[in-house]
């Protein structure tokens, strides 16, 4: 059973920045490509950023040259480093491990965690 943990969220004034962990514990057993997510009140949720395995990076043109996605020091965990954040970037943030062949999110969804960005 594989389970998407997502932290580090929180109230944010605008122009601020916050920092996203995102940990998978269950039976994975190799690196895989993930990504970021995130649905705002109303909206579908959407791809903000993903890594690949041999960490390649691409974003959403929302958020380029302001988020960053990156590894952490553990297989299958990511962060997203948020910089000057607006109120458009109010949402539920989550991560996915992405399926090896048709880069849709693999498994069920986790928590998410609440990034509210004020003006």
């Known amino acids: 059973q594989v389970q998407l943990v997502e932290s580090g969220g929180g109230l944010v004034q605008a122009g601020g920045s916050l920092r996203l962990s995102c940990a998978v514990s269950?039976?994975?057993?190799?690196?895989?490509?993930m990504g970021w997510y995130r649905q705002a009140p109303g909206k579908q949720r959407e791809l903000v950023a993903s890594?690949?395995?041999?960490?390649?990076?691409n974003y959403a043109d929302s958020v380029k040259g302001r988020f960053t996605i990156s590894r952490n020091s553990a297989p299958n965990t990511i962060l997203l480093q948020m910089h000057s954040l607006n109120p458009e970037d109010t949402a539920v943030y989550y991560c996915?491990?992405?399926?090896?062949?048709?880069?849709?999110?693999?498994?069920?969804w986790g928590q998410g965690t609440q990034v509210t960005v004020s003006s």
């Open positions: 890594i690949s395995v041999i960490n390649n990076t």
């Open positions: 996915n491990i992405q399926h090896p062949t048709w880069g849709t999110p693999r498994y069920p």
């Open positions: 269950g039976s994975i057993s190799r690196i895989n490509s």
